[in-house]
Each structure stands twice: as C-alpha cells, then as structure tokens.
C-alpha cells in the first residue's frame, strides 16, 4: 500500500510540473508591483496598496496612496499609473512576494494544527481502552505541535531573507 502513495506522488510532481510550465514560459517581466503587506526596506516603509516602479531619482517617503504619479507601467495590458518609484523596486517587490507566500503558509499550517489537535482529540476520546488508538491520538497531538513550530517558523523567513539582502 505503502508503495502505490510513493508512486501517486513520484508521479504528481512532474505533471503537476508540467501544467506550471506554460505560465513560465509565457510570463513576461512586469515593470511594475502592486504591494499587498508593507514592507520596509533601507529605513523606508512602503504601505500596502501602492503601486511600485522603478525610477533613479524618485524619493517614496511617506507614500500612502495614488500620490506621486511617476511611472507608468503595465503588468496585465492596462496602464497603471505607478504610485511610487524607486531603483530599489525589484527587491522590495521580492520581499512582498515572500511576505505573502509566507502568510499563507501560516494560515493554512494553523489551521492544519488545529485539525491535527480535534482528530488527535477525537481519536484518544473513541478509541475505546485501544492502546494501538491512543497512540494514534496522540502521534496526531505531537505532528501538530510539530507543525505549528514550522507555522511559527516560516513567519521568521523575510525577516532573514531582508537580512541577508
């Protein structure tokens, strides 16, 4: 049994691979990013909602909104007009990319967690004097706990990834 879930997942990963490949291949570089979470980066904070280009000599201090108007760039075909601009715009747009990969990371390990601790519950309470089904519960408790270590975790990666940038 055992080997047919090695074999379903050996083989989900290169067409799960394959039907990433054409949004790669196509994807275009955008010349601009609109931040979902703040970000702050060289003393700057970047609200969430601008828009983001780049540009040599803008400065984006204090940007909250639709303010400067500096660049204009288009990442899906319509001419968005850039809320700020900034030289250092790429990373800043990586950082946000990590921030919010790494947010979902978290809610859905939370909400794993939780679900691990209600079976583990679950099972220690119905497993009826069965060792064998104690031990399940309990095993369910510890990955759990072991997942909301990694949940707690993955909230510490930009702020490592900006230190090594």
Not at 11 to 16: E, K, S, Y
Not at 72 to 95: D, F
Not at 107 to 121: A, D, H, P, R, S
Request: aromatic fraction near 10%; charge should be neutral.
């Amino acid at each position: 049994m055992k080997d047919y879930k090695k074999n379903i997942f050996l083989f989900l990963i290169p067409v799960l691979s394959l039907m990433a490949m054409p949004g790669m291949v196509f994807a275009q570089p955008l010349q601009c990013c609109k931040l979902s979470s703040a970000v702050e980066f060289d003393g700057q904070t970047f609200s969430s909602g601008i828009w983001l280009a780049e540009h040599q000599n803008t400065n984006c201090d204090g940007v909250s909104g639709n303010e400067i108007g500096a660049v204009t760039c288009s990442p899906t075909n319509a001419n968005i007009t850039a809320s700020c601009a900034t030289p250092k715009w790429g990373i800043i747009c990586l950082l946000n990319s990590i921030i919010t990969i790494t947010n979902w990371i978290f809610y859905i390990l939370v909400v794993m967690t939780g679900f691990l601790v209600i079976l583990g519950g679950f099972t220690i309470a119905t497993a009826g004097g069965d060792p064998s089904n104690v031990d399940k519960g309990k095993n369910y408790i510890l990955y759990a706990m072991v997942g909301l270590a990694v949940a707690l975790l993955s909230r510490a990666i930009p702020a490592v990834v900006k230190a090594l940038v």
